[in-house]
């Protein structure tokens, strides 16, 4: 049973429990909250970067992958595709083995944009590595790896 009060509890405002998914929860949260807040001084979307940063390999990705990688709904990859495509930051191309898939592709407009955003995220990255301590943060990605790697 959880501790009936903040204080009882050693949490923070706005944490309901110290149960391993609030924390989780309430960490991805602020942490995307204050990239969110980055990437948009450059009028990008957290979701948008983390499409362009999964387009950003070699060959190109069909909405099955896209889905799987970014675990977005369907409906929603599909807007954020539309968007990517009508900013000729990507484009769909159906793929050379099964003519029923599309893949789609990053642009150069897309590399471009990526490059960018990309410069943005390790500076936001880095302050909080100096804000929590590098060591805390190397820990932490560290123990988050292999808990999402057995999950």
Do not use: N
Request: net charge negative; glycine share 10%; proline share 4%.
């Amino acid at each position: 049973m959880a501790p009936a009060s903040e204080a009882e509890a050693g949490s923070s405002p706005g944490r309901v429990s110290d149960d391993l998914v609030e924390l989780l929860t309430v960490t991805q949260r602020r942490l995307a909250r204050g990239l969110a807040t980055v990437l948009a001084e450059d009028d990008a979307t957290l979701e948008g970067y983390r499409l362009l940063r999964s387009l950003g390999g070699a060959r190109g990705r069909s909405m099955g992958e896209l889905v799987a990688a970014l675990h977005l709904p369907g409906p929603t990859l599909t807007r954020l595709v539309d968007g990517a495509v009508d900013a000729a930051l990507a484009y769909r191309l159906p793929d050379p083995e099964d003519g029923r898939k599309v893949v789609v592709h990053l642009s150069e407009r897309g590399r471009d944009r990526l490059t960018r955003l990309e410069a943005l995220v390790r500076a936001h990255e880095s302050a909080v590595a100096t804000a929590l301590g590098s060591d805390r943060v190397a820990g932490l990605v560290r123990a988050l790896t292999r808990v999402a790697d057995e999950v």
